[in-house]
């Protein structure tokens, strides 16, 4: 008895760890969207240009600092000529501030570049949120296609060993041959191989949702149901198709975004050689103390400055031709690739749409194949039943009926993941 508790003891974390969580395709969007990885990324990326925003921002503000110090000196050097040897300790604590006033518009553009930034991030979250989606939905479907394909392969397996006892039944009652009975074994065995993959595939395609989801050490599962992504309209011509791609592609607004940054990095990089104009000041309380007998000994009092400074750096060595010419070729390039990415997004389009197309061929000309197939095997068996067709026949329309279903199974999962896909080129995918 103790033996029985202590096992239990110990497999009871293992049985609560292994808990399944079953999800529909709504759920399992939804926990994507709070914790995959990417997404996470996305927000996370939010916070950093949130804070550069604040760094670029603090340019513009006045800068104040609270500066004390405390000094001992002693000056021997007209000791020579009779002079009495002064020491003189002082302390003293200071209030500044600087302002700048005029800076040729790097500060402006800076602040600028920042809040274009904080778009971007808008952007990144966006892309990540739609690949997410793409990829839950394929993942969805693939442990649909999965379980099905893994449902069919038992189905055959079950066939064969009734084929199996069927043959055996005729062999005992002197109707069937030894030939006959390993045939029948034969295919049975030929059918667990494919039983072993498909079950293995169904537990794949799992654990890629399960990654997707960020489930950490969680097992999840689909609900047994053959709900699908929702059907948003499609484009009805490719024109349609690319204008929406323009306008909705998260990574092609990102990276319009960028070029404005980019835009801004050649206004800050083209004002280090300009005037600027900076005020700057400070007030505070100044203690002098002289080794002097005389009344004047101590020297305390409140001491302040303001000022307007101007510095124009008007030649620094060509520095900031150099850095405007990068600056320059950073955004003619970031301009490049916007319009080799319009090209490639055009590609992705007609390539999602013909994908899109095809896969809508091939499952409806599927959808009657398996009715088709059945009613062959009804009467190839019956056929059989009667002597009038051989075993060769039966399982010839059989294998025919397997595939049928096969195919027709692989064409539902691609036509989902293709009306997805077409979603995904256009930038609407889940929204």
């Given at each position: 008895?103790?033996?029985?508790?202590?096992?239990?003891?110990?497999?009871?974390?293992?049985?609560?760890?292994?808990?399944?969580?079953?999800?529909?395709?709504?759920?399992?969007?939804?926990?994507?969207?709070?914790?995959?990885?990417?997404?996470?990324?996305?927000?996370?990326?939010?916070?950093?240009?949130?804070?550069?925003?604040?760094?670029?921002?603090?340019?513009?503000?006045?800068?104040?600092?609270?500066?004390?110090?405390?000094?001992?000196?002693?000056?021997?050097?007209?000791?020579?000529?009779?002079?009495?040897?002064?020491?003189?300790?002082?302390?003293?604590?200071?209030?500044?501030?600087?302002?700048?006033?005029?800076?040729?518009?790097?500060?402006?553009?800076?602040?600028?570049?920042?809040?274009?930034?904080?778009?971007?991030?808008?952007?990144?979250?966006?892309?990540?949120?739609?690949?997410?989606?793409?990829?839950?939905?394929?993942?969805?479907?693939?442990?649909?296609?999965?379980?099905?394909?893994?449902?069919?392969?038992?189905?055959?397996?079950?066939?064969?060993?009734?084929?199996?006892?069927?043959?055996?039944?005729?062999?005992?009652?002197?109707?069937?041959?030894?030939?006959?009975?390993?045939?029948?074994?034969?295919?049975?065995?030929?059918?667990?191989?494919?039983?072993?993959?498909?079950?293995?595939?169904v537990r794949i395609a799992r654990e890629r949702l399960r990654f997707l989801l960020a489930m950490g050490k969680d097992d999840?599962?689909?609900?047994?149901?053959?709900?699908?992504?929702?059907?948003?309209?499609?484009?009805?011509?490719?024109?349609?198709?690319?204008?929406?791609?323009?306008?909705?592609?998260?990574?092609?607004?990102?990276?319009?975004?960028?070029?404005?940054?980019?835009?801004?990095?050649?206004?800050?990089?083209?004002?280090?050689?300009?005037?600027?104009?900076?005020?700057?000041?400070?007030?505070?309380?100044?203690?002098?103390?002289?080794?002097?007998?005389?009344?004047?000994?101590?020297?305390?009092?409140?001491?302040?400055?303001?000022?307007?400074?101007?510095?124009?750096?008007?030649?620094?060595?060509?520095?900031?031709?150099?850095?405007?010419?990068?600056?320059?070729?950073?955004?003619?390039?970031?301009?490049?690739?916007?319009?080799?990415?319009?090209?490639?997004?055009?590609?992705?389009?007609?390539?999602?749409?013909?994908?899109?197309?095809?896969?809508?061929?091939?499952?409806?000309?599927?959808?009657?194949?398996?009715?088709?197939?059945?009613?062959?095997?009804?009467?190839?068996?019956?056929?059989?039943?009667?002597?009038?067709?051989?075993?060769?026949?039966?399982?010839?329309?059989?294998?025919?009926?397997?595939?049928?279903?096969?195919?027709?199974?692989?064409?539902?999962?691609?036509?989902?993941?293709?009306?997805?896909?077409?979603?995904?080129?256009?930038?609407?995918?889940?929204?």
């Amino acid at each position: 008895m103790k033996l029985v508790l202590l096992a239990l003891v110990v497999l009871m974390p293992a049985v609560c760890a292994a808990e399944t969580k079953v999800v529909t395709l709504a759920q399992a969007v939804s926990i994507a969207m709070d914790k995959n990885r990417d997404v996470e990324k996305a927000r996370e990326y939010a916070n950093y240009v949130q804070g550069k925003y604040v760094e670029e921002r603090a340019a513009a503000l006045p800068q104040l600092s609270l500066n004390g110090s405390v000094a001992l000196s002693k000056d021997e050097s007209q000791k020579i000529f009779g002079t009495t040897v002064q020491r003189q300790f002082g302390k003293s604590a200071d209030l500044s501030v600087s302002q700048p006033l005029f800076t040729w518009g790097k500060l402006n553009a800076a602040i600028r570049a920042a809040k274009v930034g904080l778009k971007t991030a808008d952007e990144q979250l966006r892309l990540y949120r739609q690949a997410t989606y793409r990829d839950v939905v394929a993942a969805y479907h693939d442990i649909q296609l999965a379980r099905e394909l893994s449902r069919l392969a038992l189905e055959n397996r079950s066939q064969k060993l009734r084929h199996l006892d069927e043959a055996k039944r005729k062999f005992g009652a002197g109707v069937a041959t030894d030939y006959d009975v390993l045939a029948a074994e034969v295919a049975a065995e030929n059918t667990q191989p494919e039983v072993i993959r498909s079950e293995n595939s169904v537990r794949i395609a799992r654990e890629r949702l399960r990654f997707l989801l960020a489930m950490g050490k969680d097992d999840v599962d689909i609900a047994d149901s053959k709900e699908t992504a929702s059907n948003r309209t499609l484009p009805t011509s490719y024109e349609e198709a690319i204008q929406t791609a323009r306008k909705r592609r998260p990574e092609l607004s990102d990276l319009r975004l960028r070029i404005g940054i980019y835009d801004e990095l050649v206004t800050i990089a083209n004002a280090d050689n300009k005037p600027r104009l900076d005020l700057r000041g400070s007030a505070g309380w100044h203690w002098a103390n002289l080794d002097d007998p005389s009344p004047a000994r101590d020297a305390n009092g409140a001491a302040w400055n303001v000022g307007a400074y101007l510095s124009f750096p008007f030649f620094d060595g060509l520095k900031t031709s150099g850095r405007v010419a990068q600056a320059k070729s950073d955004l003619r390039t970031k301009q490049i690739e916007e319009a080799k990415l319009l090209d490639a997004i055009a590609l992705e389009v007609r390539q999602a749409e013909y994908s899109y197309n095809e896969a809508a061929e091939i499952k409806k000309a599927l959808s009657g194949t398996v009715k088709q197939a059945e009613r062959l095997v009804e009467m190839a068996e019956k056929g059989y039943e009667f002597g009038v067709k051989i075993r060769l026949e039966v399982d010839d329309a059989q294998l025919n009926l397997l595939q049928a279903k096969s195919n027709l199974a692989r064409a539902e999962r691609d036509f989902r993941v293709a009306e997805v896909n077409y979603h995904w080129s256009i930038g609407v995918a889940g929204e």
